[in-house]
């Protein structure tokens, strides 16, 4: 009830206003049965238009810190969250991403939508980063089809790292479903799930026209954040 409210009445009217989406490829999500979305990710706002552009109900895996804040603003945030059926993962270490994994063979396995972003963080500066495994993973355990979402212009109306939101131009583009039958009874096997993921990071390129970076947008974060530590404590 409320995921609805959210779109059409709440969320909806304003999201369309600010970011006049423009969607191609639509057809390719079919209307029922277990799919994988995998999208690019450039700002928070992704969360909201992939959602409000496809007529199924999407769901994704967010992170537990967006179920457990404090206060007025973390009980609201809780509240949008669980209201618009996210599923909150651990991601602090390696039995918590087989729990995530777990968790998402669980939500295909009841033929729902489930929205994945193989990057694993939003991009840093706008270029689309090496994706991680367990999209893969799921992927050749399920043996649902993948179909690759490029965001376009989200980061433009919701700005990384700014509480505002602006007018801009919102395009969402959904390629074609990608089969791996062909890899049936090799999940687990990295070489080969390194293999499907960079196929959908090829097909997430030529969507979205982002330039590719073989690296780890979290690898990047961490650098950074680490360069920006050393420099406050010599100027200390």
């Known amino acids: 009830m409320w995921f ?25 999500v079919p209307d029922s049965g277990p799919v994988i979305l995998a999208s690019n990710h450039l700002a928070v706002a992704d969360s909201f238009y992939l959602p409000l552009v496809v007529k199924r109900r999407i769901t994704f895996l967010a992170k537990a810190e967006y179920f457990t804040g404090t206060g007025l603003k973390g009980k609201l945030t809780k509240f949008f969250y669980s209201s618009t059926n996210q599923v909150p993962i651990d991601r602090t270490d390696a039995d918590s ?14 033929g729902k939508l489930l929205g994945m972003y193989p990057e694993g963080t939003r991009s840093p500066d706008g270029r689309l ?21 490029a965001m376009v212009g989200t980061d433009v109306v919701n700005p990384p ?16 479903p ?14 080969i799930e390194r293999a499907v993921i960079d196929e959908v990071m090829y097909e997430l390129m030529q969507l979205s026209g982002q330039e590719y970076v073989d690296l780890y947008a979290a690898d990047l974060k961490q650098q950074a954040e680490s360069a920006n530590k050393a420099v406050t404590a010599k100027a200390g």
Request: positive net charge.
């Open 4 to 28: 609805w409210f959210y779109k059409y009445i709440l969320m909806g009217p304003l999201l369309t206003l600010l970011g006049r989406p423009k969607v191609q490829g639509l057809e390719y």
């Open 97 to 110: 991403a087989q729990s995530a994994l777990a968790t998402a063979q669980r939500i295909l396995g009841e």
């Open 129 to 149: 980063y090496k994706g991680k495994t367990g999209l893969a993973r799921v992927a050749l355990e399920s043996g649902v089809p993948v179909i690759p979402v």
């Open 161 to 176: 790292g700014s509480r505002m939101w602006h007018f801009g131009r919102v395009e969402v583009r959904f390629g074609k």
């Open 178 to 191: 990608m089969d791996f039958s062909r890899f049936e009874g090799l999940a687990g096997n990295r070489f």
